[in-house]
């Protein structure tokens, strides 16, 4: 179910920001770029075009800066400049995954979920451990409905991004859909102790919590979550709305339900709960 994705969404968007990547080049080039990257990051996306500019002057040829300023692009929504951009980079060098993978995330933004995935793959035949790249590849398989396709890549990723919860939560997310529970329990207790802080994680274990009938701790858990107006508070509200409606308080689970789909229309998770 979407509601149950919502750290997809911060997935993408990381996958937005540049390559701080360093290479032979001027050194100003390296920091221009790298630089221009912050500017990226901070939604500034006047200063980024500069700095990445300024850093093509010093070499045309500088492919994580194209990557960068094709990201730019993407982000303003000129698509047709952000592929020549991108497209540019990959050519000058096809043996990097920034550019790869940079085509993959506009094709995603052009709704061709299909050819994202090809572009994502080519990006993890030069370099599996790009972990951007697989993330957005195991995500959009689960998209798609292959399970058990998305549940590999979620694996690997835990293996090549081992910090990162994003793993955890895809694998666990992918087990659930394949019936796998014990599993997904198994492997959330162990994401819950690695990364205490991960708002997800807290959802999937209060969904855990709610499997075995424990709704006071899955109501303690996804309380303070449902506090913010984020896609984490509509899949907390929503699941709250659900742990509601299971020790019989309506008011409550309405009440939970409302927000949610105030906050999205069209969470599944709400939608039930109020149906309910």
């Known amino acids: 179910m979407r509601a149950s994705l919502t750290w997809l969404v911060g997935v993408f968007l990381a996958s ?17 770029n790298r630089a221009g990257v912050e500017a990226l990051e901070q939604g500034d996306l006047e200063t980024a075009d500069a700095r990445f500019a300024l850093a093509l002057e ?9 990557v960068n300023q094709g990201l730019v692009e993407l982000q303003r929504g000129n698509f047709r400049h952000a592929r020549q951009l991108l497209t540019r980079a990959r050519r000058i060098n096809p043996d990097v ?3 790869h993978h940079g085509l993959g995330v506009l094709a995603e933004r052009e709704r061709r979920p299909d050819i994202a995935a090809k572009h994502y793959d080519e990006a993890l035949k030069v370099d599996p451990g790009f972990s951007a790249a697989r993330t ?26 081992p910090l990162d919860p994003a ?19 198994a ?16 959802i999937l274990s209060a969904r855990r919590l709610l499997r075995n009938n424990d709704i006071g701790g899955a109501i303690t858990l996804l309380l303070p979550l449902a ?11 929503g699941w709250l709305a659900t742990a509601e409606l299971a020790r019989g308080r309506t008011r409550h689970a309405v009440g ?12 599944p998770v709400a939608v039930y709960a109020m149906a309910a």
């Open 16 to 32: 937005l920001f540049g390559c701080k990547g360093a290479a032979p080049l001027p050194p100003k080039a390296i920091e221009l």
């Open 58 to 66: 010093y070499n045309p040829r500088f492919v994580e800066a194209l």
């Open 97 to 99: 995954a920034q550019p």
């Open 136 to 161: 957005n590849l195991a995500r959009l398989l689960f998209e798609a409905g292959r399970y058990e396709h998305a549940r590999v890549q979620f694996k690997r990723l835990t293996e090549v991004a």
């Open 167 to 185: 793993g955890f939560v895809g694998l666990t997310e992918s087990l659930l859909q394949l019936g796998r529970r014990d599993e997904a329990d």
């Open 187 to 202: 492997l959330v207790a162990v994401g819950a102790k690695r990364f205490p802080e991960s708002a997800p994680l807290k």
């Open 227 to 237: 506090a913010a107006r984020d896609d984490t508070a509509v899949a907390a509200l």
């Open 256 to 267: 939970a339900a409302e927000r949610a789909l105030a906050l999205d229309p069209q969470d």
